[in-house]
């Protein structure tokens, strides 16, 4: 039972930057990765970054040296900090809560509803 909400999406220029954030809230009792995916139109969803509930991160390669994913755990919250943004950076970005039942080994996935980025001139 895992609500998941983003928010600070918007229009900006190329080279500019945004942050992204977003809380999740309900019942987390077992450790659990967060991270943001994104999605343009016509194309397939794609990794951004993740960070693990011990702070390993990974980032897609395309996104490497631009974006950085921070957590604070007392708030369930992530955080995705995108600068020198391109046009092609511009899509839907969603944010994932993922976790494994430590009672039931079964993986569970939670996702909000997405932010719009757009980046254009």
């Known amino acids: 039972q895992v609500q998941v909400v983003e928010s600070g999406g918007g229009l900006v220029q190329p080279g500019g930057s945004l942050r992204l954030s977003c809380a999740a809230s309900?019942?987390?009792?077992?450790?659990?990765?967060m991270g943001w995916y994104r999605q343009a139109p016509g194309k397939q969803r794609e990794l951004v970054a993740t960070i693990g509930s011990g702070g390993s991160i990974n980032y897609a390669d395309s996104v490497k040296g631009r974006f950085t994913i921070s957590r604070d755990n007392g708030k369930n919250t992530v955080y995705l900090q995108m600068n020198s943004l391109k046009p092609e950076d511009t899509a839907v970005y969603y944010c994932?809560?993922?976790?494994?039942?430590?009672?039931?080994?079964?993986?569970?996935?939670?996702w909000g509803q997405g932010t719009q980025v757009t980046v254009s001139s």
């Open positions: 309900g019942s987390i009792s077992s450790p659990y990765s």
């Open positions: 994932n809560v993922a976790r494994v039942s430590i009672i039931t080994g079964y993986r569970y996935d939670y």
